[in-house]
């Protein structure tokens, strides 16, 4: 399977208060448990990312639950408003349990 | 009626040589508005949710949707045509500078999507809006 890669778009630097688009990006296959096998015609299990977190400086700041009709490679376009600088970090949790992460800084002016 | 495996077999075939077998079963209305109600503990009124989605997608597999309600602090999503309605719910902070959020969903096919806000009062609120679609998604 190919390798989960998490992609982030966060400028580098903000102005106090004022909104920053977060976007977001990893690739999943997202595998909703309703496909069949075209060989055996057996059930693919389902295997998905169902929840993803962004924190800033340790505080939760946005969060979604995911079902399988959340397209593969799921993108998720969130808006943050900031007050001081600090690190916001990304975490995708599969279904199996891994949990996928990337970190990024950002300076508030 | 009792469904006996013979019988699933032979509709699932009657079915097939007629074409209409392509999903396993559709979620159906009742239980995309069963579910609205359990989430908002109620039926919620309608308006002040914004749901911005393309008119027809051409592709059922991944089909951009943007949602938007102020002052909510969660926006659930719910695809009526799917085999499960439920599709994600978001989840707003006072870090978050808007209570807007986009992703990327599957439809089965042509149906109305359904978005719930739960409000920092909360009062819930509610939209929904077609999306026509060309090739259903979820691998039919």
Not at chain 2, 76 to 85: D, F, S, T
Not at chain 2, 117 to 133: L, N
């Amino acid at each position: 399977m190919a390798k989960i890669k998490p992609r982030v778009k966060v400028p580098k630097k903000a102005k106090a208060g004022e909104a920053v688009t977060i976007k977001t990006l990893i690739s999943h296959p997202m595998e909703s448990g309703q496909r069949k096998d075209r060989k055996t015609g057996e059930l693919i299990p389902r295997k998905i990312i169902n929840k993803f977190v962004a924190k800033y400086n340790g505080t939760d700041v946005f969060w979604m639950d995911m079902e399988p009709a959340i397209a593969a490679n799921p993108y998720v376009e969130f808006s943050v408003k900031l007050s001081e600088s600090g690190t916001i970090r990304f975490e995708w949790t599969d279904d199996d349990g891994s949990v996928y992460d990337i970190e990024k800084k950002i300076t508030v002016a | 009626m009792q469904m006996t495996r013979r019988d699933l077999f032979a509709l699932a075939a009657g079915l097939a040589a007629v074409g209409l077998i392509r999903m396993p079963a559709h979620a159906s209305e009742e239980a995309t508005m069963a579910a609205v109600k359990e989430y908002a503990g109620g039926m919620p009124e309608t308006g002040g949710v914004e749901i911005g989605a393309p008119e027809i997608a051409e592709n059922g597999n991944t089909v951009p949707i943007e949602v938007s309600a102020d002052g909510a602090t969660e926006i659930m999503i719910l695809a009526a045509g799917n085999p499960n309605p439920g599709v994600g719910t978001f989840h707003f902070t006072e870090m978050s500078a808007e209570s807007r959020a986009s992703t990327r969903i599957r439809l089965a096919g042509t149906q109305d999507i359904v978005a719930v806000a739960k409000m920092a009062d909360g009062s819930t609120k509610m939209a929904r809006r077609e999306v026509k679609v060309t090739i259903g998604g979820c691998g039919g």
